[in-house]
């Protein structure tokens, strides 16, 4: 049975409609990410599951319990915000205690949960400090114990890493989900990284414009996007969308005077009809056609190495696109090369509807 | 700012500065001076006696004496008694010790609601609370009067107190709200996931933080209420009357000679306490009033 069920649920704000018909479905111990731009409907949705905003349609369920209509404090929930949301007022153990004070445990339950919980994160020697005294990963580790302390059924993290440094923020995240596969709490996690979204999640909304456009795992998302938006926005650097059209054949696209055969994950439109060819940066390589692989013409025009890739941007048949190459390889700004991509797991979608066309 | 530490004034620049700044200081200070002085005077040292005749109003007393400052504060004639201001003292403190704690506490709970838990409507009743704050004391007297009648308490101590909560929760109401604005939101829903209801929120979250708009509150409300005259001498009977009333008559009589001395001590002892509120608060006072301005 599913853990956490969210059917057809829908928001609306006066006259704007800001999520519609909403349907999520996760195991209990999951790890589900709510990945979008800003303005997607992905935090509002995250609060509706807290309780902090009501719903405009639909249910929302817990263990078979319908949750939507309870007190955010009854839903046996916890949530890490973005700015932490520390009681400023309050020393580290304080806030910590602060749930289980609510809850009305007695004072030294309260403090032996709060070392534990304090252990685990180690961070018992700030327990007196005031949050104004913390660094940003300080304040963040305190939010989680904050969290932790009240042992709840399900952790809700609102963009919990947007206000950290870089380094940080990957360390952070690999101990987030270090927590997450000892505790195996249920999560649901808001990002607009999508890095983060791929590196932490068993499953992934990816929401755009108040609905989801696409529920899956991270390899389903990222090997089979639904349509371009998912496309796009997942992995980096973008996919690349050529332009092109069927050929009378049915069974190759034309790229302005290049035939590109049809890639064998993609059911094949009718003759004429415009689409679009998904190729990830990193499927590109130097060197002629081998098994699988076209051969593509093209320019040099930009080379932005990383360090253990190199980016190059390259004009083909009249379009710009960026590959993603190891370093080392032998490419130079303003050269023509010829470039070869392995077309076996391209998508092709709909120009008109950008909706992904498989085979199956 | 960087650019101003660099520019650090030489020592002429900052004699200079500190000369005007000493200068002007000793001007704004001249009417106290003319005031704890003449206090502390004998009537002949005041009015230019013999012996006196070239003293000014801002001459230091040559044999200072308290004596009339225990006239004023406990055998001055006022009115028909002759029992000096101690009377008036105790109830001003009674009446601004009531209306400040309402006014701010009420104010603080509203500004709370108005910033933090949104309603239908609620930009209305914030609309109509600042139009208080607007409206003049003068046109209030009479449907004041009438109301404070047909509530029987006409005359009180508690009905003058009714009228500076009506006067001054709008102001209060205002403050906090501005203040609670600026607090972040998700401090409350962290509040209400955590299990916190209204008053735990309020109580335990966010009146820690507040002091220095509480102390912007209790300075403005502490000021205004204790330095009252026109609902003092309008609302209040001849038990209830505040300090300021009391001053008035102790000061504005007709009948022999006026004894300066006294009033300006008279004067004095009904001024100490809102000093005392600034010395007190008037660190937090400006935080306070910039709390809203900047970001913390």
Redesign the interface.
Known sequence: MAALSIEGVGKVFGEAEVLRDINIEIEAGEFLVLVGPSGCGKSTLL?MV???LSISSGRISFDGQRIDNL???DRN???V???Y?L????SVEKNIA??LR??GLPKDAQMQKVGEVCALLQIEHLRKRKPAALSGGQRQRVAMG?ALV?DPKLFLFDEPLSNLDAKLRVDMRTEIKRLHQRLGTTIIYVTHDQVEAMTMANRIAVMEGGIVQQFGTPAEIYDRPANTFVATFMGSPAMNLLDAVVDESGTALALGDLRVPIPPIAAAPPPGTPVKLGLRPEWFDVGGAGEGRVALPGHIDLIEPTGPDIYASVEMVGQRLVTRLPAGTDVTQNTACTLSVSIENAPLFDAQTGLALYAD | MTVEAARTPGTLQRVLIYAVLLLAALFFLMPLAAMVFTSLKTMPEITGAAGFESNTILTPPQAPSTEAWGTAWQSACIAVACEGLRGYFWNSIVMVVFAVFFSVMFGAINGYVLAKWRFRGDNIIFGMLLFGCFIPFQIVLIPMARLLGFLDMAGTLHGLIFVHLCYGIPFTTLFFRNFYVTIPDELISAGRIDGAGFWSIFFLILMPISLPIFVVAIIWQFTNVWNDFLFGASFAGADARPLMVALNNLVNTSTGTKAYNVDMAGAMIAALPTILVYVVGGRYFVRGLTSGAVKG
Do not use: H, T, V
């Open positions: 609060n807290a309780g902090l007190e955010p404090k929930i916890a949530m915000f973005q700015s949301a009681y400023p007022a309050m602060f749930p609510m809850a904050r009240r």
